[in-house]
């Protein structure tokens, strides 16, 4: 299988598990766009927000990293689709506006806790206590629930056990979010 079919499957994977889950998910296509430049890895990104929506999954070496950001992408989904800034419990958690460099610490932040794979059950210097990435923690609210996901899913299934620095966190994001997806 090559990267594109590979990046295709942890989407379906991912969109599949949601659905079976009763999450709704907005219509979208995936598109599989490697990154530009010299970067081998990354690229993934939703776009088209409030017309046709665009899922891209672009290249990740890993089994791990491609879950985590099949599964990150769709966070972002979710949220252009459920609006759940009108969910006060969720809101407490994940209310944080988009941060002022959010491009730059994208670049420089949102591969490092997908990166450390297995060990993101621990925190460390790549993902703060209490947070469920360093991305999370500074970017914003958005990004701290697609981290959130993206980590739950990439070491197992929303029904592992979260890391106990995160146990509270995960549960907002369960019963004050994603339970009102369905």
Known sequence: MNSSDKAKAAVREATSYLRYCGIRLPRFRIT?????????????????????????LGNYPTNF???????????????????????????????????????G???EEAWKTAAAMHFTKRHGP?????????????????????????????????????PADLADLWDTCWEHGLARMT
């Open 32 to 56: 599989t766009e490697p990154p530009k430049g010299k970067m081998p890895f990354g690229n993934s990104f939703v776009d088209g927000f409030g017309g046709t929506l665009r899922l891209n």
């Open 65 to 103: 990293s491609r879950r985590w950001f099949a599964m990150h992408e769709c966070g972002h989904l979710l949220w252009d689709l459920h609006r759940p800034f009108r969910w006060k419990r969720f809101r407490e958690e994940f209310g944080e506006p988009e941060s002022d460099d959010y491009e």
């Open 105 to 107: 610490q994208a670049a």
């Open 126 to 162: 790549w993902r703060p206590k209490g947070q469920p990435s360093c991305y999370g923690a500074r970017a914003g609210g958005q990004e701290r629930f697609c981290e959130l996901i993206g980590l739950m899913w990439a070491d197992g299934d929303f029904t592992s056990k979260p």
